[in-house]
């Protein structure tokens, strides 16, 4: 399954500058998939051809690449599309409860009657996307665009000062130098080497 996040920004045609309409994730399942069908088509087509009673078979590969190409989720600023390869429904933010999982990863959307409706395409890992999407009305259960702490100081050489001073920490705590670790054989190999 893929996932495609497009950012839209109004009419270019009619010179007509319109305010942001946000962003645009679809779920679909990708469109390698076709080359599978059209492996089917060929392997099903010798048989077909020689037997005609068999001819109806071809329908399956045809029926199989419809199927991929229509089914998706679309998810946008006002709400839900999903497309499935009977029709189309249309599930806005406010009308959503939330969401439940299956036992395979994949989510479905429960509405505000206790509705469910399956999100084609749409797994565990695509919720911060729906989240970020929606603008916030769907909650991020996974907690990943959530602000993040205060990065501390980094040092000239990149690393943070709190990293630089634990290091030290721990050096003292072992009461050692790093360099007495190693044993005598691997300071002699160093000496010899030089």
């Given amino acids: 399954m893929t996932a495609e996040q497009h950012g839209t920004t109004g009419d270019d045609t009619t010179g007509v500058q319109t305010p942001e309409k946000g962003h645009r994730a679809v779920f679909r399942i990708p469109g390698t998939a076709l080359i599978g069908v059209l492996m089917l088509f060929m392997c099903m087509f010798p048989f077909a051809a020689t037997l005609p009673y068999l001819l109806p078979l071809l329908i399956v590969p045809i029926a199989v690449a419809i199927w991929i190409m229509r089914t998706r989720t679309v998810a946008t600023r006002d709400g839900l599309e999903v497309r499935t390869m009977l029709g189309t429904r249309q599930?806005?933010?406010?009308?959503?409860?939330?969401?439940?999982?299956?036992?395979?990863?994949?989510?479905?959307?429960?509405?505000?009657?206790?509705?469910?409706?399956?999100?084609?395409?749409?797994?565990?890992?695509?919720?911060?996307?729906?989240?970020?999407?929606?603008?916030?009305?769907?909650?991020?259960?996974?907690?990943?665009?959530?602000?993040?702490?205060?990065?501390?100081?980094?040092?000239?050489?990149?690393?943070?000062?709190?990293?630089?001073?634990?290091?030290?920490?721990?050096?003292?705590r072992a009461g050692e130098n790093p360099e007495s670790d190693r044993t005598d054989d691997t300071v002699s190999e160093d000496r010899d080497a030089r």
């Fill in 91 to 172: 599930l806005p933010w406010d009308a959503l409860k939330g969401f439940s999982l299956t036992p395979k990863a994949s989510v479905v959307a429960v509405l505000s009657d206790d509705t469910k409706v399956a999100l084609p395409s749409v797994r565990t890992r695509h919720l911060p996307v729906l989240s970020l999407v929606s603008e916030g009305r769907v909650p991020d259960p996974s907690g990943l665009l959530s602000e993040p702490a205060d990065e501390p100081e980094k040092n000239e050489d990149g690393t943070g000062a709190a990293g630089s001073d634990a290091e030290g920490a721990t050096d003292a």
